[in-house]
């Protein structure tokens, strides 16, 4: 019988969104690796909130900056490279989009509506904090 470790690895990410034309819209990324649509999230920096972590991720993958809200709306979980990583996820109010960031070259984004973004993203319980955010939209 082998005993069997789970490693749980904290992140911290943002649903970033805008209001364009009296619609609301998120910022999806694509992961580095896979290209799947994600949203940008990172380790949490040990001398950081994971709100401004989450907020720094949010600049260096997708090239945004704005106004990261401190309640967290929900978490999901993935599994990579043998671990189980969790994200707490926290809405960001875009303020700028910059045409330069640091991982430009390795993603892309797109803005896309709240029910665009919930066919994308393949994490069953980010399809679910998708959801609840559209709900508390309208």
Not at 26 to 41: C, E, F, Y
């Amino acid at each position: 019988m082998s005993i069997r470790t789970a490693v749980l690895v904290e992140q911290s990410g943002v649903i970033p969104y805008r209001i364009e034309d009296g619609e609301i819209e998120v910022m999806l990324i694509t992961s580095s690796a896979s290209k799947r649509w994600v949203i940008p999230k990172g380790l949490i920096e040990s001398d950081m909130t994971p709100q401004d972590s989450a907020a720094k991720e949010a600049w260096e993958e997708a090239g945004l900056l704005g106004k990261v809200f401190p309640d967290l709306l929900g978490t999901y979980e993935y599994q990579k490279s043998g671990c189980t990583w969790q994200v707490g996820v926290f809405l960001m109010q875009v303020q700028a989009v910059l045409e330069i960031w640091p991982e430009a070259s390795k993603r892309k984004r797109q803005w896309v509506s709240i029910p665009k973004a919930i066919k994308r993203v393949n994490e069953p319980e980010l399809k679910l904090i998708l959801a609840d955010l559209q709900n508390r939209f309208w």
